[in-house]
């Protein structure tokens, strides 16, 4: 009898049997496979949007939220994006094999630390087909192979990438199984997923809090389950304020569907009543909530009625300052000074992107250092927190786990190394 159990085993047996062979393979074999997906995602694009149309037809028929669609969306925009991102990956140095560090004992043994893949990689995803792309590429650029389970709502498109990617990586000599996709919605794999340690040496989870929950909860491989964003920006008493509107705007409205999107604005109490009308107005005028303590809502009651915005002040909930919003509403509170809104951040962040807009030295290299947090920033949109901004082509997550990684995580986030000795007849006495 098949079963999800079995489908599964099938499936990591062959990833392992795979991994074995992807040690073999040369790595100009995997740069082609990498620029052969490049290609195909270019001259298959109607079809990948053709997919992508049915399931976005089917999401506005179920009610899927409206930051979800945002995120399954496919453009031929963003599949350009899509190709030129997995060119970038193909164009990095090589990291299989790469000697870390190498030392040259006093006894004549070679001491090297050379980096490797992990092995078999678990992805279970939710809304997003782009993951479908950057997991492959990561992986095949590291050498590990890869287990992708994605959400029912983008089953089609991903169906229509995974196709493509298989093709195209074995037209150029790569087993087509270095990159799996379960072809079923069938809510069971994700659980069976969870307990598949045999085959499977890193889980890692894409979606909302949910589903991060429950793989910390019950993966029982290692598993990286951070990656909800709480972002803050605090606006120093020497920001410059021109500087801090476009950044908190920015940060805010650029794409408020994902992750690194900004959540609570931080404003000194020195320039609030000057900050605090600029800042609403830009964001009123893209319809953004704004919930506010009580001093921000007294400075900023008088904007709202004079720009007909009072439906879009409210004051904060209790639940309002540790919530990641993933729409167009952001959180706001005065605060008296920079170690009060360290103290905001430190109770209320989720250790994802953090931001200070500030011309004092001092100030900045104080939340530099002090903010824990995957990325911290100075006089910048938190919206830069990504592998593709920060130079790694892409990335298979954004992790607020300090191991096995902090932060986004490209082609050597998803790697280990290990040690290698080389003597000539040495012995330990």
Not at 94 to 121: A, M, Q
Not at 243 to 255: F, L, P, S
Request: with cysteine.
């Amino acid at each position: 009898m098949t079963t999800t159990r079995t489908i599964l085993v099938a499936m990591g047996e062959r990833a392992r049997e795979v991994s074995r062979k992807l040690t073999r393979i040369p790595s100009q074999s995997r740069i082609n496979a990498l620029h052969a997906i490049a290609h195909s995602l270019r001259t298959n694009s109607v079809a990948v949007l053709e997919a992508n149309a049915a399931d976005m037809e089917a999401a506005g028929d179920t009610g899927l939220r409206s930051n979800l669609q945002d995120r399954l969306l496919l453009t031929p925009e963003r599949l350009e994006d899509l190709a030129q991102s997995v060119v970038d990956i193909a164009e990095m140095p090589d990291p299989v094999g790469e000697v870390v560090e190498s030392t040259l004992r006093e006894n004549g043994l070679r001491i090297e630390r050379r980096r490797i893949p992990l092995g078999v990689i678990g992805l279970i995803y939710e809304s997003r087909p782009n993951v479908t792309v950057d997991m492959s590429a990561l992986c095949l650029m590291s050498g590990n192979v890869v287990i992708m389970r994605g959400g029912s709502e983008a089953f089609k498109s991903n169906m229509a990438l995974a196709a493509l990617v298989r093709e195209a990586i074995e037209s150029e000599g790569i087993p087509a199984d270095s990159i799996q996709f379960i072809e079923d919605t069938d809510r069971a794999y994700v659980s069976e997923m969870l307990a598949l340690n045999k085959y499977i040496d890193l889980l890692i989870p894409r979606g909302g809090a949910a589903l991060i929950n429950m793989v910390a909860e019950k993966a029982t491989m290692p598993a990286i389950t951070g990656g909800i964003g709480i972002c803050h920006t605090y606006v120093d008493a020497n920001a410059d304020l021109e500087k801090a509107v476009a950044i908190v705007h920015n940060a805010k409205t650029q794409r408020p569907s994902v992750c690194n999107a900004l959540d609570t604005v931080l404003v000194h109490a020195s320039v609030a009543e000057a900050f605090l009308p600029s800042m609403a107005t830009s964001l009123w005028d893209e319809d953004v909530e704004l919930r506010g303590d009580s001093r921000t809502v007294s400075v900023l009651e008088p904007s709202a009625q004079s720009s007909q915005s009072t439906q879009l002040l409210k004051r904060a909930g209790d639940d309002d300052y540790d919530t990641e919003f993933l729409g167009m509403i952001a959180a706001v509170r005065v605060v008296d000074d920079l170690d009060e809104a360290l103290t905001h951040i430190a109770d209320h962040g989720s250790h994802h992107s953090e931001a200070i807009v500030s011309e004092n030295a001092e100030n900045i290299d104080r939340f530099l250092n002090e903010v824990d947090a995957a990325a911290v920033f100075a006089n910048s949109s938190t919206r830069f927190n990504d592998g593709g901004e920060f130079g790694l082509g892409a990335e298979v997550a954004v992790s607020t786990n300090k191991l096995h990684a902090y932060g986004p995580m490209g082609v050597k986030e998803i790697m280990s190394s290990k040690w290698v000795v080389i003597g000539n007849g040495n012995i330990r006495s």
